[in-house]
């Protein structure tokens, strides 16, 4: 009878360790989860304004955020994501002299925003994965769509320029730069990302997503012309997430 009850008391000491180490490894739902994000984006040209002040092409520039999560359950996320970014595109003017002679073709750039900030909510479906025994949820992919609104920062400038003709030396002024007014408008789009953790709490991510913007502008230089304009812009990112 004492061999039994040792033994018994063996097992219960047993299976109160790796019920305490099982609790341990295994924290509870980690629901909130905050992140900042880096990366870069490009945009198209803004469609609305005359083909003239949209330009030819654009550039690739710096994506930024930060983001805050709710999951309602392992497959439904929430976030609310803050972003910043610059939409500028450039083009050619051809240049006339003082008595109506072309002069060489020069470039011109026009800045749609210099920061263009949108504020975001997201709604993800996420596929989750754990680790082996499901130790915690070591990664998730997802995919959803967001919607919100934008907000550009911009003076309405414009930028003159010296064109030294090569021929008679003489000097011409021409617009070198265009800059939008500031605005403010709606987003919306969709996007799918990756999370890896390392540890339970803290990982990695990369989002690839397509927004639509659509803004109005408080222009007054140029009538109507720059005052509602829309575009697409898709932003690749890469950062940081700690889940609590």
Not at 150 to 177: A, E, I, L, W
Request: net charge neutral; hydrophobic share 35%.
């Amino acid at each position: 009878m004492r061999i039994l009850s040792f033994v018994f008391a063996l097992l219960l000491g047993y299976c109160t360790s790796v019920s305490a180490q099982y609790h341990m490894n295994f924290p509870p739902d980690l629901n909130w989860e905050v992140g900042i994000n880096g990366g870069f984006s490009v945009c198209t040209r803004p469609v609305g304004p005359p083909d003239a002040y949209r330009g030819t092409r654009t550039n690739v520039v710096g994506e930024y955020g930060i983001r805050g999560g709710y999951s309602f359950n392992p497959h439904w996320q929430m976030n609310f994501d803050l972003g910043s970014r610059m939409w500028e595109t450039f083009g050619t003017w051809q240049i006339n002299g003082k008595y109506g002679q072309v002069l060489g073709p020069q470039n011109i750039s026009f800045m749609v925003a210099q920061r263009a900030v949108s504020e975001s909510i997201q709604m993800n479906y996420v596929i989750p994965f754990y680790t082996h025994f499901q130790v915690y949820n070591k990664a998730n992919l997802y995919f959803g769509a967001m919607f919100g609104m934008v907000t550009t920062v911009n003076d309405g400038s414009q930028t003159v320029s010296r064109y030294k003709s090569p021929v008679d030396s003489s000097v011409t002024n021409f617009v070198s730069r265009v800059d939008y007014n500031s605005g403010i408008g709606y987003s919306y789009g969709i996007q799918t990302g990756f999370s890896y953790f390392f540890v339970p709490k803290l990982g990695l991510n990369i989002e690839f997503a397509v927004r639509y913007a659509n803004v109005t502008t408080s222009d007054t230089h140029n009538s109507a012309e720059l005052q509602h304009y829309h575009l697409l812009y898709f932003p690749e990112t890469i950062g940081l997430r700690y889940r609590f």
